[in-house]
C-alpha cells in the first residue's frame, strides 16, 4: 500500500480524523446550602442550555424549575441541618428531554399545597406553591430516595427536531 510515494505497512492504517471535543449530555455541581446557590444553579442551567443549542421558552421555563427545586432543597436542608445540595442537568432521549435533578439530604418529601392537604396562609407563602409552578410547566416531575435523602426531578420536553450537542 502506498500513500504519497511513502511505503505503508499492510497493517498500517490512515490516522483517523480528530473528533471536535462534544458538550457533555449531563453535568453535576455539589453546591453549598445557600440561597446564594440558586441564582448561581440558574445561571449555569441556562449557559449548559446555550451549548445544547437550546434556549428561549424552554430555557426560561428550566430555569424557573431549577429555581424552585433548589430553594425547596435549601430551605429542607435548613431544617435538617444539611451543608450541601447536588444539582443534575442532563439531556435525555437523544435530545428530546431535558432533565433537572436536585439532591438533598432531607427525608421529608416535597408536597404540592392546595392538593388536599390543609396549609395555613404562612404556610403556603413559604413552601408548596413553587411545586403548583413545577407541576404545571414540566412534562413531568418527581421524587426518588437516594440514601438519606432524596433526588426532585423535573423534565421538559424538547419541542420540534433537536439540533444536536453543541450546535449553536
Known sequence: MRSKGIAMSTRA???AARVASA??????????????SVGWVRRELRRQLEQ????GELGESAALLVSELVTNAVRAQAAD???WVGVR???EGGGRRVR?????????????????TEVTEEEDAECGRGLVLVDALASGWGVEPD??????WAE?????AWPGIGRR
Do not use: N
Open 52 to 55: 445544547w443549542g437550546l434556549a
Open 89 to 91: 442537568f442532563a439531556l
Open 81 to 83: 441541618g444539611g451543608t
Open 156 to 160: 421538559l420536553a424538547v419541542s420540534g
Open 13 to 15: 492504517r490512515p490516522a
Open 100 to 116: 433537572l435533578e436536585v439532591r438533598d439530604g432531607s427525608g421529608g418529601r416535597p408536597v404540592i399545597s392546595g392538593k388536599g
Open 23 to 36: 458538550t457533555p449530555a449531563s453535568v453535576a455541581y455539589r453546591l453549598p446550602s445557600k440561597p446564594r
Open 147 to 152: 440514601g438519606i435523602g432524596k433526588v426532585v
